[in-house]
């Protein structure tokens, strides 16, 4: 299995890693790792922009499904029956926001093995690359003198050792990504699954400095640069959701406002 993982997903990814430190000008390891990771996050952007639209949809329905919960009273068959009947209702998948982010799973695991073997020495990671790959030019000067390799963002952050900077920096850009996608709190709603979410939202960020506070820098670096470019992707789907609720008011109101009569015209009576 691992030998699959490493044919499908992370020796091709780490040789576009290589193409990209070997092409860039300066050959900076961390700029070719945010232009991986920009690259891989325009790559799956469909996927994203479903994930987001499912989220929006399930958020706008919380108080329909509330009111599903209220009904059943706790029979968890009249439940899920009544909640699959508003799902159809209102032509939303459940899994809709969850199903872009499976398929995107197996790319993270993917990267986590890539950034943990380019941190290793040159020798090392030599064997891995294609042929087309080693033949470029500067590829062949490490080849001959692994001991040149050097890791690093602009020449001083090595991102074979961990960053408790960059570690932090993760966090609070994944607290931002998650903030803007996340309902408002409401303080009178008392449901545990809510609630449970609310707590997710501090959470999941908190977990990503524990786990990048340890690892190589580089993926704290992509985690960094994933949560920035999902904050735009977000801001942009959001302003394109308000551009469409006010066309369709504009719509809505045009079609409501009442038809004024035409006035008939008064005839002028001759004189006689």
């Known amino acids: ?17 290589f193409l990209i430190y070997g092409l860039i000008p300066f050959h900076d390891f961390g700029v070719a790792v945010i232009i991986l990771t ?6 799956v952007w469909p996927l994203t922009a479903k994930q987001l639209h499912g989220q929006k ?18 029979d968890k068959q009249k439940e899920s029956r009544m909640l699959m009947e508003l799902y159809k209702e209102k032509e939303i998948s459940p899994f809709s ?20 073997q380019s941190t290793h020495n040159f020798e090392h990671i030599a064997t891995q690359l294609y042929t087309p790959i080693q033949n470029l030019s500067y590829i062949q000067t490490l080849i001959h003198n ?9 020449g001083f952050l090595n991102m074979a050792k961990p960053s408790i900077a960059l570690a932090l920096i993760a966090g609070v850009t994944q607290y931002i990504q998650v903030k803007m996608i996340a309902p ?25 400095v524990f786990i990048a506070w340890s690892l190589p820098a580089a993926l704290p ?19 394109e959701e308000v551009e469409q609720m006010e066309e369709l008011k504009i719509v809505t109101k045009k079609i409501a406002a009442p038809k004024k009569k035409a006035q008939p015209k008064a005839k002028n009576k001759k004189r006689g």
């Open 97 to 116: 926001a969850c199903l872009p982010a499976l398929l995107q799973f197996p790319f993270l695991i993917a990267l986590y093995f890539v950034f943990q």
């Open 184 to 208: 408002k709190k409401d303080p009178n709603n008392k449901d545990p699954q809510a609630q449970a979410t609310q707590m997710m939202n501090y959470t999941f960020p908190a977990l990503t």
């Open 57 to 74: 949809k399930m958020q706008a329905l919380a108080p329909d499904i509330a009111k599903v919960k209220k009904e059943a009273a706790g």
């Open 146 to 154: 692994p001991a040149s390799y050097n890791p690093t963002l602009l």
């Open 38 to 43: 920009a690259i891989i996050r325009f790559a």
């Open 1 to 17: 299995m691992q030998h699959v993982l490493n044919s499908i997903f992370v020796q091709p990814l780490l040789n576009i890693l």
């Open 221 to 239: 670096l992509y985690w960094t640069v994933t949560n920035l470019i999902s904050i735009g992707q977000q801001s942009l789907i959001m302003r």
